[in-house]
């Protein structure tokens, strides 16, 4: 399997509940990053976290990451419409490794 | 201003024929990525070009890819005897300095189906 694997791979959630995604990897990493993409555009960068962080604050954003358990997470607080995305996360290495992704649909 | 730029947005392609896709990166960005990104699945990492430096082509599927970048400025990827498993899109990243540490920006991508 391959490094930065999300879960779940589907979300679908109301306006102003709260979206968490869940990203794994497998080897140590320099540091973690989470992009989103709305359809048909480009990646956006949204966060990195460094592998000597814990958590993160952007905004509506919090990322955190357990090293210890090779994990991190990605919260999105009071959703939007907006925000519906699919969102990846890529751990860095020497070489950026991106997983498949989450879908986030956020229902108006 | 300007972010990453790619051309074309699209492309369609017949089996066997060769393509090449450009890429503009944000000015004085010494680094520049290549990425495929298949439906449905992540990015796959091509080739990284940094400054002066000899190209990480360890990505490269097949010896049919290949990439060139003059000096710091526009990147093209060739692909020859297209397939249709080349049918993806292909996004274009640059960024400031050392890959390590430093956020990327992407470029919109091509999207490149082979019939």
């Known amino acids: 399997s391959q490094q930065g694997e999300e879960d779940p791979q589907a979300l679908s959630i109301q306006e102003g509940e709260n979206a968490t995604m869940n990203c794994s990897y497998k080897t140590s990493i320099n540091n973690l990053q989470w992009y989103r993409q709305n359809s048909g555009r480009g990646l956006v960068h949204l966060i990195l976290i460094r592998s000597n962080e814990r958590e993160k604050h952007s905004g509506r954003l919090r990322v955190t990451l357990d090293t210890s358990k090779k994990s991190s997470s990605l919260l999105i607080t009071a959703s939007r419409a907006a925000d519906t995305a699919s969102y990846f996360c890529a751990t860095d290495n020497g070489k950026l490794t991106f997983g498949q992704g989450t879908i986030l649909t956020v229902h108006p | 201003g300007a972010g990453v730029s790619q051309s074309p947005s699209n492309k369609v392609t017949e089996k066997g024929k060769d393509v090449e896709l450009r890429c503009d990166p944000i000015s004085g960005h010494t680094a520049l990525y290549w990425y495929r990104q298949r439906l449905g699945q992540g990015l796959e990492f091509l080739i990284y070009?940094?400054?002066?430096?000899?190209?990480?082509k360890s990505g490269l599927p097949s010896d049919r890819f290949s990439a060139e970048r003059t000096g710091e400025s526009v990147s093209t990827l060739t692909i020859q005897r297209t397939q249709q498993e080349d049918s993806a899109v292909y996004l274009c990243?640059?960024?400031?300095?050392?890959?390590?540490?430093?956020?990327?920006?992407f470029g919109p991508g091509t999207r490149l189906l082979v019939l």
């Open positions: 070009f940094q400054g002066n430096s000899a190209p990480d």
């Open positions: 990243a640059s960024s400031h300095r050392d890959r390590l540490q430093e956020t990327q920006y």
